[in-house]
């Protein structure tokens, strides 16, 4: 069954009244559930605006997009967020994290947002889970770049999403630092969710299922490649 369905995306931004800059030119595209897909393509090639699209985080200027058969694209703003906080959980190249916060309080942030059973029993088993468990009084500036991501994840799961949306996750990240959160990704996509990560490195979008080129706002493999190396 399709998570993800994506029907003539297309998204431009008006640099003037005159000018306007197309991003996403006619994206079609279909992800399964508990599916593992990396999209790649360099930079300014439209990779972060779809996963923003699909993280309902941005709208298409036009076209069609259901989430779980749903037809997402004309929900209004209070719709979009409790469904993103419900449904999707996001990892990031800078991690985000709030620098006043500890560890714990980070990964429990969403359910400032929504109502999440034995909140505080579930933020420590899913960082014990990462290897995170010594590490929760501590401040993001005391933890290393792996950890922060770790926490990140965790903060990405506190609401057991059916989606992770991964953009360049390993990005700041030395490569042994990388293969580790990789490792997590890998391992939370065996336990059924599904991944959507976006990359420049082949070395890491190899680790999905699939691989997505995009270049100048297209899909230039819409018959998505089988990646060669787990």
Known sequence: ?????????NREFRESKTNRLEVLKGINLSIEEGDFVALMGPSGSGKSTLMHIIGLLDRPTS?????????VSELGDAERAHLRAQKIGFVFQTFHLLARLTALENVLLPTMYTHIPQRLKRAK??????GLTDRLNHLPNDLSGGERQRVAIGRALMANPDLILADEPTGNLDSKTGQQIISVL??????????????HDQAVARQA???LSMHDGRITNPERVKAKVR
């Open 63 to 71: 076209g069609l997009y259901r989430l779980h058969g749903r037809d």
């Open 125 to 130: 088993e899913i960082a014990r889970d990462l």
């Open 209 to 211: 299922d699939h691989i």
């Open 186 to 199: 890998k391992k939370l996509h065996r336990e059924g969710r599904t991944i959507v990560l976006v990359t």
């Open 1 to 9: 069954m399709n998570l993800i369905e994506l029907h003539d995306i």
